[in-house]
């Protein structure tokens, strides 16, 4: 089955600077790759996914990278806010079937 | 956008007594729907995969008789966790699959079960 490793596990960034965290995965067939935003006490959130057809796709601020012959794919925040701080997941497998979590990255954004 | 939501948000109940969970798709028609639980500072592992009209599919060590999983609509799945014990207590969140177009999962606000 699948297996997802996200790193780093923490990471502390200052204000206004980039962020990225790295995950890799294992099945070959997985071709769904969302990264969720969770704060405390809440259910993840959908912040952007890639599918296994685009290497790139951002969205304002956000940006994910998938290089489907290394099995990894990257979530890059530019420009990060307070309100960024968070725990971030990312995610493989295939968007109808069941999706296996990495262990996830707690970002707290530095004033 | 889709919204999925999990009743109750937080239960408490007694060692040895059963706790239904509901997760509902508000505004949209889910075929699979998807139960994890996640343990404080730990991430989100799954339990089973949910399909309506059919019998749950449950993730290796993941005990069926304990964790009842019921989808018998295209909107409702329900989650019991029978003869609860204090080692159950964790917060357990559904998702479900929206299909065309967004071809997505969504996920519910999650539900706090506290044993006691």
């Known amino acids: 089955g699948e297996n997802v490793e996200q790193h780093p596990s923490t990471l502390s960034v200052q204000e206004g600077d980039s962020a990225v965290i790295k995950c890799t995965y294992s099945?070959?067939?997985?071709?769904?790759f969302p990264w969720y935003k969770q704060e405390l006490g809440k259910g993840p959130q959908l912040i952007i996914d890639?599918?296994?057809?685009?290497g790139e796709k951002k969205d304002q601020r956000i940006a994910v990278t998938l290089n489907k012959t290394a099995k990894h794919f990257s979530l890059h925040i530019t420009e990060t806010q307070p309100e960024d701080s968070a725990v971030y997941f990312c995610a493989g497998g295939r968007g109808d079937d069941k999706i296996i979590f990495g262990k996830g990255t707690r970002l707290h954004i530095l004033p | 956008g889709a919204v999925v939501s999990q009743h109750p948000s937080r239960v408490i109940c007694k060692s040895g007594t059963s706790v239904k969970i509901e997760c509902r798709s508000l505004?949209?028609?889910?075929?699979?729907m998807f139960w994890y639980r996640q343990f404080p500072k730990q991430s989100l592992m799954l339990m089973a995969t949910s399909n309506e009209g059919s019998k749950a599919t449950y993730e290796q060590g993941v005990e069926k008789d304990k964790f009842l999983i019921n989808h018998a609509s295209l909107t409702l799945s329900t989650l019991t966790v029978t003869s609860a014990h204090p080692e159950d207590s964790s917060f357990y969140i559904c998702?479900?699959?929206?299909?065309?177009?967004?071809?997505?999962?969504?996920f519910g606000p999650g539900t706090r079960l506290t044993v006691t």
């Open positions: 890639i599918r296994s057809n685009v």
């Open positions: 998702s479900a699959y929206g299909g065309y177009p967004s071809y997505e999962q969504y």
């Open positions: 099945d070959s067939a997985s071709n769904y």
């Open positions: 505004d949209f028609q889910a075929t699979t």
